[in-house]
């Protein structure tokens, strides 16, 4: 206390300086720490970082008390007590060790021993040494640890009313009857320190575990709020999934922010820079729950009715009779005095609410935007959600961005993959059969002339439709998604082979010298895909009679081998994957599959005699797509 400055004085200053902390409020509370629930888990790691404290503490305590006895009235008792809070501390490490889980039952049970434990130790000690005032620092410090601020002033309060109480005791002669049940039980007699028990030494000490409470608590507060905010954030962003598109993203990213603020509706409003077109949709809450994601109609006034000019980048508003209550923030979370509210009464005339949070947001030069959550439930610090809400924005933003992106980038892939096909089946399929079809018409003139050419011309032209079917049925399997794993990898070579053989006449066998494969599913499906379109190139270009397909085990890695006795490459030899790339030769598909997976190609050819394809494959491979 400062010299020549009252108790009452002191207080009243005090006070004061509380008074003007600008602490979270109960319904603020509720809105942040309740929301996200703490797992059982990080209960129980919690109670045993408090319960390890609590031995290290008293440990401390007794080796002080050993070291130096002088402020100690009873050493006897105080290090009786001692020892016994040890062994207390260590029954609890033990039982949270061997319970699955530490119930709320449990930690209140726990908690209160720690209160009344300083409570009743520093009646053996006084001065400012006092070895024994740090249990009064550790129990409320549990307690912000454990919970928060309200909890953590409770703790307080409550230390100082057994203080009192043990005052009032002292005062009332409790001590000397204790003192004789003591002697009469042959035991030594108590020492009790009635200096720090008197009411003025008392309520300084009280103001002091007040204040330290209080700070500890606001602490504690505010460290759950953000670590409560962070998990928030997160939650939100794991609703942006590129698999949901881009309507189910955005219906269930408003969801939470619809549950989290407890609003009865959000809309949002977006429009490309490059285009006048307003986009808007909303959810509502029926019950409590969030309904689905509802693309709203649009009209030439949208852009004015959601996507005003305004200096606000967040803005609460609160609407009565008297006018609008207004609470607005800029882009670097600044309030700002006055902003034109001249957009709330148009909007009113759409949507009724009697509050509004609006937050904008940008994507990089392609979007602008806005939303809004007509009714959220009120907190006591507008200024502080505005911020986390602005935080929130600028985090998920970026997300639903990506998948947008994502979504056209798929929607665009799709267009040049059926482009790919369509320009496939016209330039293969569609040209042969228009070039069959003027066949069977000269066919059919000529055969009225000369009938002798005629089986011959119908045996060119079965072969070339049989051609065509075949070409059909390859670029059918490529649209396929191929879902093969190291379970279904045999079976589905060999049937791979076998409908190859089947197809074309030509003698094709599958030779497996593994009889299981741990192998992994890109794996699998690469080394799939190569057999597919080494079975096709043999069909192609090789002209063979008989083909193999091979798959084996070589230094811990896999290895695939296609042979076949056809015309083999345009080379003799035997050039590995890094030769076939400087010379431009090999298969561009194959080589470009083999390097997906980490693998190595190497191709021996002779022409006119055949050639073998060998394709090995670590066991570890560093995929290139992931």
């Known amino acids: 206390m400062p010299r020549g400055c009252s108790p009452g004085g002191f207080l009243r200053a005090l006070l004061f300086g509380i008074s003007r902390l600008r602490l979270p409020s109960f319904r603020h509370r509720s809105l942040w720490r309740l929301r996200v629930p703490v797992s059982s888990d990080e209960v129980r790691r919690t109670e045993r970082w408090l319960a390890t404290a609590r031995v290290f503490l008293a440990v401390s305590a007794l080796v002080a008390v050993l070291m130096d006895p002088q402020e100690i009235l009873s050493p006897i008792w105080a290090l009786g007590l001692l020892a016994f809070y040890i062994a207390q501390g260590v029954i609890v490490i033990i039982l949270l060790r061997r319970r699955p889980q530490s119930t709320g039952a449990f930690r209140t049970l726990v908690h209160g021993a720690d209160i009344v434990w300083p409570a009743l130790i520093s009646l053996f000690a006084s001065g400012q040494r006092n070895p024994f005032f740090l249990f009064f620092v550790f129990v409320m410090a549990a307690a912000a640890y454990r919970w928060g601020l309200w909890e ?134 029926i019950n409590g729950a969030p309904t689905a994601f509802h693309w709203l109609e649009s009209s030439p006034a949208d852009r004015e009715l959601y996507l005003y000019e305004s200096p606000a980048d967040a803005c609460y508003i ?191 066998r599958f030779i497996s010298e593994l009889e299981e494969i741990d192998m992994p599913q890109h794996t699998c499906r690469e080394l799939a895909r190569i057999v597919q379109e080494g079975l096709v190139n043999v069909r192609k270009h090789s002209r063979a009679k008989h083909a193999i397909v091979r798959l084996g085990s070589r230094d811990g890695g896999w290895t695939v081998v296609i042979e076949d006795d056809g015309a083999g490459f345009p080379f003799s030899g035997r050039l590995t994957h890094s030769e076939l790339d400087v010379l431009g030769k090999g298969p561009v598909v194959i080589k470009e599959r083999v390097h997906l997976i980490a693998g190595e190609l190497t191709i021996e050819s002779n022409p006119g005699q055949g050639s073998r394809l060998e394709i090995t494959v670590p066991r570890n491979p560093e995929v290139v797509y992931g």
């Not at 700070?215 to 928030?232: C, H, I, N, P, T």
């Open 152 to 285: 953590t002033v409770g703790t307080a309060t409550t230390a100082l009313a057994l203080l009192w109480a043990e005052s009032l005791a002292v005062h009332l002669g409790l001590v000397n009857w204790l003192n004789h049940l003591v002697v009469w039980a042959h035991l030594p007699p108590l020492a009790v320190s009635t200096t720090d028990l008197e009411p003025q030494s008392l309520f300084m000490r009280s103001i002091y575990l007040f204040v330290l409470g209080l700070l500890l608590g606001y602490l504690a507060e505010q460290q759950k709020q953000l670590r409560s905010e962070r998990v928030m954030i997160a939650r939100v962003l794991g609703q942006a999934r590129v698999e949901a598109g881009l309507t189910g993203t955005l219906q269930d990213i408003l969801g939470e922010l619809l549950t989290m603020y407890g609003a009865k509706q959000v809309i949002v409003a977006s429009q490309e820079t490059n285009s006048h077109h307003v986009f808007a949709g909303e959810v509502r809450s």
């Open 318 to 508: 609160v609407r009565d009779g008297r006018g609008n209550a207004c609470i607005a923030l800029n882009g670097e979370g600044n309030a700002l005095p006055d902003i034109p509210q001249t957009f709330v009464d148009p909007l009113a005339q759409r949507q009724e609410f009697q509050s509004l949070i609006t937050a904008s947001f940008v994507f990089p030069k392609e979007w602008r935007g806005r939303f809004f959550l007509l009714d959220p439930v009120s907190t006591s610090n507008v200024e502080e959600e505005l911020r986390f809400l602005q935080e929130l924005v600028r985090q998920v933003g970026p997300a639903v961005y990506n998948v947008y992106l994502l979504h056209r980038l798929r929607l665009r892939a799709g267009a040049v993959e059926r482009a790919r096909f369509a320009r496939e089946l016209h330039d293969g399929a569609v040209q042969s059969l228009i070039a069959v079809e003027m066949q069977i018409d000269v066919l059919r003139r000529q055969a009225a002339i000369n009938t002798g050419a005629v089986p011959d011309e119908l045996q060119r032209i079965q072969g070339l439709l049989r051609e065509e079917v075949l070409k059909l049925r390859e670029l059918m399997q490529q649209m396929k998604s191929l879902d093969v794993d190291a379970r279904r990898m045999l079976s589905f070579l060999a049937d791979t082979v076998e409908r190859f053989q089947r197809e074309t006449g030509i003698s094709a």
